[in-house]
């Protein structure tokens, strides 16, 4: 696992954008107060998370509607499809990213 920095400000509201680190693209969401990182393309096809919302704990795809569990990224029953989902660490000098090994690699192959 490699922890890597979120170097832009965020804001203490819920929000739900896109960010880049190292030049790729995830989701970050902020929702009720905590913060989670995800894939930011849609299984389903490849829609971009980071221009959906939140509802119940879930992030809802814009352009079907599937929605994926913010905890475990889980699609809703019937969907039988998941988005990878990151760990996120509060830490003094800021908010980390857990990334693991050979994930560039592997999502972009
Ligand atoms: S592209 Fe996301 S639900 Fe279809």
């Known amino acids: 696992m490699r922890w890597v920095k979120i170097d ?3 804001p203490e509201e819920d929000f739900v954008k896109m960010i880049k680190i190292d030049g790729k693209k995830l989701c970050l969401v902020k929702h009720q107060h905590k913060l989670h990182a995800l894939e ?5 096809a490849s829609g971009l998370l980071s221009a959906g919302w939140c509802k119940n704990g879930n992030i809802i795809c814009p352009i079907h509607r599937y929605e994926y569990n913010l905890e475990t990224g889980k699609g809703l029953p019937g969907q039988n499809d998941y988005v990878e989902v990151y760990p996120i660490e509060e830490q003094e000098d800021g908010v980390y990213i857990g ?3 050979g994930f560039w690699k592997r999502l972009f192959s």
């Open 40 to 44: 930011n393309n849609c299984p389903h």
């Open 8 to 10: 832009i400000p965020l």
């Open 99 to 101: 990334l693991p090994e």
